[in-house]
């Protein structure tokens, strides 16, 4: 801590390098309680405090997304936990994640020691003659070895390289071919896997099952429990022998291996589907060339001497050298730890495997890989931390902290009123008899009845190792105390809350990937059910991303048929040839045995490829007649790409493709079809209109041009030519197509479904405003014609030159936003969320990250999505559906759901028995239900209750209401309600079984065997109460509570299960769990009691609630309070404020 400020290590988004940022300190109390009055309105009805995060309460976080080690750190201490280890396995691992921060810098700093090595060399050389590096040594079928080859890649050797041959010569050494790349057949595969290994890395083992078993037992309340079942064992078996001594230990034992086992189980199963999600998020796929044509397979797949084509946000699959490139920058943060971009030509060769390509495109020779490279090196070095919080965890565990803080209050204030009774002489035993008489009770008497009133207040696994152990030394009768009392703290403190979330979301990840989403964060399951706005790409999402050229202009005539080139001049076909041929990154791949064409590529270039192929294009031919000087890489912000190529002779052709309308501005003439040259001012309208025609039937419009340009004008110079501007004025126009990219089916009818559930879905892409209108109004994003007007509809540039404070006041009315640069996405983002939007962002290219990023949700695209998009996203959309994404809001809306539901169930029982034991201690100074009981019932509360509730499928009804607010109270007052009347009912209907239980109960042989009765049915009662309500907690609002209740099989099993084992614990298992059988009658008493909740619940529902919650009633009172506190400070002139 220096000056105040505490210095926290917090690791970023965007890199993986840690930084020190400086946390204020708190603020001075006056400078708090003023910043309170600021946050208050006037008018106490339209207060806003509940959307106002609370500094000062640790578990108040709204985004764990971007939340600093030092937040996640201080919710942890803040919380009330009996069992660590239990409630905290489910997070992030502060400590692991320190480490694993620890083992990255130091791999880092050996590639960056590498680097430094190398430009020392490199500035040696200058001056020194260095030794020639090694020959290359054969090794089997290829001309390098292994080491030789890795120490290429690994040092950077520029020198050896060079030795070599440079590029073409090390892939003549790798049998591999720079155009075509490697044969690829199983063979010889096989060869270069056994000679140069695969791209796979050693993973860490998972942990075992029995691992998982070690783990549960270590947990604080067990470890207790197990040793006194080893100290009732020996003591019991001591003095009454081993046929009877062994029950009191051995139940005890059994309900622990249960809780054991039954944890284990879960955890373990948890662990695989983690698992499996980290798996299917690294195996990327890419394209590779092999044997001539672009084939598309897993990132594991590649084999040194592979040939990867790059493109912006492509990852680096590999360690290798760069063949071509054309602006081709990498992001290298990854494995230096510093976000600098660094430039890629044949001065800087070498690419590490994990970087990102930034800007431009290249083609790469793989010289190492797997565990031969150093990303290699540093994932087999970290191991996969799937623990993440999420605000929902967070909040659950403040609830949690708060249920725990008043039993421990209540646990205080009985063991004070009963040690009272007890000194006073109030207190009786079985036979009426004082148990305390002052100056008569012996000592030994006396702490022993203490131990007892202990054991009713504080712990029944606490209580029964201590009991026992003083009962030992004090040398007192083993048959004076009541066996393992039920406790008020165990009952109270919920710690199956914050597990029910993990549950929950483990289930709704699983499911989602069938419904193909793919989720990186856990947060991001819950956050989607609060989205109030879906900002959606147009291409390939709320379309099929299937293009085909379905209409072409050249010069003034349309073709029709589009690929109608019989009434084209050859030397126009051939400058529509050529420029589509080499202003690409697909590829055209002619079977040398005959047969279509293989067309790769984005979807726009397989169009426009597939239409010049029927055009009479020659794909390879053209490629080969032409040498390519210099790329500019289709851009997002400009909208268009160029290639610069030299002729067979000595003159240049200037290739442009792109946005039709902002091309036609920089042309200056067009080519007729005749082949003739004319000015184009007199036929801009015609082409405007031409234009404006195909986007209003939701064409994609792009415009092919070029100009001839003087060779002595091109850059000869090498660094210059990498800087040089292509020339994109005086452009001669070529042609014009209108590419048809269809809607989805079911689209139109996702977007309704998301208008009715409270969700404003606006459309925000790069093509033309009247194709993204028309397109928007197929999709039912705009309802009719007259309501595409600004601002409803704008452009992108309109939208950016607004103040900040106008794009706030206009972001809410925007629908569609067309001709839109990623930055433009990345404002409508900032502005929606300043205005309280809860925003889901989907986005596939490089360009989107920051938009991604800066969402509430961040949905990138499996299919047409660039790594750098996907690694920003917080979840993944697979089939690139934008049905696939609605499916994610109701899993997002599931999720709150079944916590609240579980909440609800969980409370009741909570509420109940905790009166009931309270009343009666009090009342009597002894509870009706012991230690096996209480783990019984605490097991089918904490994981059979969450199991059961967590995985209630999604429902239509969700989808049509309001999304929930992000500071909406977690209990409702509907859920108060629920929670109210089955509570009382349960508390009333036990307590007169408590003390009135023996007069309707059949008389047994002894008063003894009569209060065991009494006690089983209360406990039978209690247990079949709960079970009868969980069907209630399923439908918090609904009437009819067993709706789908057969679809969800998991549910059914656990409440039949829970209900069997029941039978068997007071039927057969009496000797362990202290009770009796119950005979028919007394079975229906329990029946009935438990069925009684049903129509209880229908009832409670007919009961209104008010709609101001009522945490924020009760919270009013405070605000008041703060205010005026807040409000007489400042006015106190000696307020020190700059303390």
């Known amino acids: 801590m220096t000056n105040g400020h505490i210095t926290v290590t917090v690791d970023t988004r965007h890199s993986d390098a840690t930084e020190q940022r400086r946390i204020p300190p708190p603020p ?82 050996h590639a960056q020691v590498i680097r430094a090595a190398l430009l020392f060399r490199l500035a040696g050389e200058r001056e020194l003659v260095v030794t020639a590096p090694t020959p290359a040594h054969p090794v089997g079928d290829f001309g390098i070895g292994l080491e030789q080859l890795s120490s290429v890649s690994k040092e950077q050797n520029t020198a050896a ?99 054991i086992v039954v944890t284990a189980v879960s955890d373990y199963r948890q662990s695989l589907q983690f698992k499996n999600l980290n798996a299917e998020k690294q195996n990327i796929q890419l394209e590779v060339m092999r044997g001539g044509r672009t084939v598309k397979l897993s990132i594991f797949d590649i084999v040194v001497g592979d040939v990867v084509p790059l493109k912006i946000g492509d990852q680096v699959p590999a360690d290798g050298v760069l063949i071509t490139g054309h602006s081709l920058a990498v992001d ?69 902290t708060f249920i725990g803080v008043v039993g421990l209050s209540v646990a205080v204030l009985v063991l004070a009123v009963l040690l009272g009774r007890y000194f006073s002489g109030h207190s009786t035993d079985d036979d009426g008899n004082v148990e305390f008489v002052a100056g008569k009770t012996k000592a030994s008497t006396a702490v022993d009845g203490v131990i007892k009133i202990f054991t009713i207040a504080v712990s029944a696994s606490l209580n029964y190792f201590v009991h026992l152990l003083l009962q030992t030394f004090s040398s007192l009768k083993l048959n004076t105390e009541p066996c393992m009392q039920v406790t008020i703290v165990v009952v109270a403190v919920p710690e199956g809350l914050p597990l029910a979330v993990t549950l929950t979301l483990a289930y709704s990840m699983r499911k989602m990937m069938r419904d193909k989403a793919l989720v990186r964060r856990l947060s991001a399951c819950e956050t989607m059910g609060s989205a109030t706005t879906i900002c959606s790409d147009k291409t390939g999402t709320l379309t099929l991303n299937q293009m085909t050229v379905v209409e072409a202009y050249v010069g003034r005539n349309k073709l029709n048929p589009p690929d109608d080139s019989s009434k084209l001049n050859p030397e126009v076909l051939s400058l ?37 192929v029927k055009l009479g294009m020659n794909f390879s031919l053209l490629r080969s007649n032409t040498t390519v000087l210099h790329v500019f890489p289709f851009n997002s912000e400009k ?83 990498e800087q040089w501007s292509l020339p994109e004025n005086d452009l001669v126009l070529l042609a014009i197509v209108g590419i048809k990219d269809p809607c989805r089916p079911g689209v139109k009818e996702a977007v309704e479904l998301c208008t009715k559930a409270g969700v404003k879905v606006r459309m925000v892409t790069g093509d033309n405003l009247q194709t993204a209108r028309a397109i928007a109004l197929e999709c039912g994003i705009l309802t009719s014609n007259e309501e595409a007007v600004e601002p409803v509809i704008i452009e992108g540039k309109k939208f950016r030159a607004l103040s900040e404070k106008e794009r706030e006041q206009i972001a809410k009315k925007i629908a569609v936003m067309g001709r839109s640069s990623p930055n433009d996405k990345l404002l409508l983002v900032q502005a929606l969320r300043k205005g309280g939007e809860v925003v889901a962002v989907t986005g596939d290219g490089t360009n989107d990250a920051p938009a991604l990023h800066e969402a509430d949700i961040g949905l990138s695209m499996g299919i047409q999505g660039t790594e750098v998009a996907k690694e920003s996203s917080d979840i993944i959309i697979l089939d690139d559906n934008f049905a696939s994404v609605v499916k994610v809001v109701r899993w997002g809306r599931s999720v709150y759901a079944n916590i609240q539901k579980f909440i609800q169930f969980q409370l009741t029982v909570n509420v109940a028995a905790l009166v009931i034991n309270v009343v009666a201690a009090i009342s009597s100074g002894d509870v009706p239900l012991n230690a096996v009981q209480l783990l019984w019932v605490n097991l089918i509360m904490d994981t059979l209750g969450a199991l059961a509730l967590a995985t209630e499928p999604p429902t239509d009804s969700l989808m049509r209401r309001a999304p929930v607010g992000r500071r909406e109270p977690l209990i409702t007052n509907v859920m108060w309600r629920n929670l109210v009347v089955q509570a009382v009912y349960q508390v009333t209907v036990l307590l007169v079984l408590n003390f009135a239980g023996e007069s309707f109960i059949p008389k047994q042989e002894t008063k003894s065997l009569d209060s065991q009765t009494k006690n ?21 609002e609904g009437m009819n509570v067993f709706q789908g209740v057969t679809k969800n099989r998991l549910f059914m099993g656990i409440v039949g299960m829970t209900f069997i084992l029941q039978i068997i614990i ?52 405070l605000r008041r309070w703060r205010r005026s506190r807040a409000q007489s400070q400042l006015n106190t002139p000696s307020t020190n404020f700059s303390r």
């Open 28 to 109: 001075p109390p006056a400078a708090a309680a003023s910043a309170a009055v600021n946050l208050d309105y006037d008018d106490d009805d339209h207060n806003d405090d509940d959307d106002v995060a609370d500094p000062n309460d640790p578990f108040d976080i709204q985004h764990t997304k971007h939340a600093p080690i030092e937040t996640l750190r201080r919710w942890r201490q803040a919380a009330l936990v009996l069992n660590a280890s239990r409630r905290f396995r489910y997070t992030l691992d502060l400590k692991k994640e320190e480490e694993r921060q620890q083992k990255k810098s130091l791999i880092r700093a």
């Open 161 to 259: 390289l060079e030795e070599y041959g440079g590029v073409k010569g090390l892939s003549n050494l790798l049998r591999s071919n720079l155009d075509k790349g490697i044969s690829g057949d199983d063979a010889d595969l096989l060869k270069r896997k056994n000679a140069y290994g695969t791209n796979t890395y050693p993973r860490k083992k998972g942990r075992s099952f029995w691992r998982f078993l070690w783990e549960a037992w270590q947990d604080l309340t067990l470890i207790i429990l197990i040793i006194a079942a080893v100290v009732s064992l020996v003591l019991g078996i001591k003095t009454e022998g081993l046929s009877e001594g062994w029950y009191d230990g051995g139940s005890i034992a059994f309900a622990v291996f249960l809780v």
């Open 332 to 400: 290298e943060s990854s494995m230096t730890g510093e976000s600098k971009i660094v430039h890629k030509d044949h001065k800087s060769p070498f690419l590490m495997s994990g970087c990102k390509v930034a800007d431009g495109v290249g083609v790469m020779l793989v010289t190492g890989v797997g565990i031969n490279t150093e990303w290699g090196l540093l994932m087999a070095s970290i191991s996969e931390d799937n623990g993440e919080e999420t605000p929902l965890q967070v909040r659950l565990n403040g609830v949690a």
């Open 576 to 612: 529509i040839n050529e420029g589509i041929a080499q202003n690409t990154t697909g590829n055209v791949f002619v079977p040398k045995e005959g047969g279509e064409a293989e067309i790769s590529g984005s979807p726009t270039e397989k169009a426009i490829l597939s239409w010049a």
């Open 639 to 721: 909208k268009r790409g160029g290639v610069a190529v030299k002729l067979e002779g000595s003159g240049v052709h200037i290739h442009w493709k792109g946005a039709a309308e902002i091309l036609l501005g920089a042309c200056t003439q067009y080519l007729d079809s005749d082949g003739h040259l004319q000015s184009i001012e007199g036929e801009q309208v015609a082409f405007k209109e031409a234009i404006d025609n195909m986007a209003a039937r939701s064409l994609r419009c792009v415009a092919i041009a070029y100009r001839s340009y003087e060779l002595d004008k091109v850059p000869s110079n090498e660094d210059d030519l």
């Open 1016 to 1036: 089983t049915l209360i406990f039978n009662a209690f247990v079949l109460c709960q079970i009868f309500n969980e069907f209630n907690a399923r439908k918090p």
């Open 1066 to 1117: 007071i039927e057969f298992l009496g000797k362990f769990t202290k009770t009796v059988k119950l005979d028919w009658k007394l079975w229906i008493a329990s029946l009935v009691i438990g069925i009684v909740s049903w129509p209880l619940a229908v009832a409670g529902k007919l009961i209104p609630v008010p709609k101001t919650p009522l945490s924020r009633c009760l919270a009013k009172p």
